[in-house]
């Protein structure tokens, strides 16, 4: 696979400080060596437990956190040597929250005009026609753009935030859990426009949510992050099949089926995710895996392909 997106043993450290004066200090290992790959045209689902590092590494690719080590390869160059306005321009994101990411007291056209501003792209007129364009994109109408985002429901405001993140024309779009905040019925028009919007311009996205049922409808490949490392990497056919990673098992095992008479069993995970000031030894998820045994604690485990186009961190496997 031809890597558009590359990540490279990519680490996030935050200092932290505490104590009297400050005196004190610790390191939160938010991202910890993720190594990943995306193709052109792909859609990447990462999903995991609040916490695990999803956010972090989404401001990683988009260049917003400076990496504590490793790389973010994008186009085959890294984002460090881009031009700052260049690569705006190629990768853009679609933030959780369509109340806060809006500015309130901006109308509509001017925020997804704002871009277009900036970068000095077209004429004023030229500019206005693009609003109306990308506004009739995402489902809304050109006389949407003389209102303010409080006069729109949440789903309608995604749509808008969505209609800011394509004004540049990118060829990368993050997606940091865009749905999270929207009933059911309305994701699941968010997810379709996505979709659609991928095959009419052959956007490449990496799409974060917790959710795992979301995934599994928009992603190709599915990579499972715990504690800042990837758990498990696979198509998202294979991953939701057949899971190999006891983690990636308990996950799955808390989705809703379809048919309530066909619940599988719940596996209930011990304890409560490990702080990242202070992860554990060995394999991260081993204090609560219900299959570690004496290896676990002792080595960490890394992510090795078992099966084509299947890679596994654990123990199990090696």
Known sequence: MKAFLELLNVTKHFKVTSGLLGLKSDLVRAVDGVNLTVAKGETLGLVGESGCGKSTLAKCIMGLESVTSGEVVFQNQSIKTWDEKKLRQRIQMVFQDPYSSLNP????????????????????????????????????????????????????????AVARTLALSPQLIVCDEPVSALDVSVQAQVIRMLKDLQQQFNLTYVFISHDLSVVSHISDRVAVMYLGRIMELSSSEALFASPKHPYTEALLSAVLPPDPNNQPERIALEGDLPSPMNPPTGCPFHPRCPKAFEKCPNARPELVEIEPGIKVACWLYS
């Not at 277009?116 to 994109?137: A, F, M, P, Q, Y």
């Open 105 to 160: 007291r901006q109308k509509i056209g001017s925020i997804i005009r704002e871009g277009l501003d900036i970068h000095s792209i077209g004429t004023k007129e030229e500019r206005k026609e693009k609003v109306n364009e990308l506004l009739g994109l995402v489902g809304l109408r050109p006389e949407h753009g003389a209102r303010y985002p409080h006069e729109f429901s949440g789903g309608q405001r995604q749509r808008i």
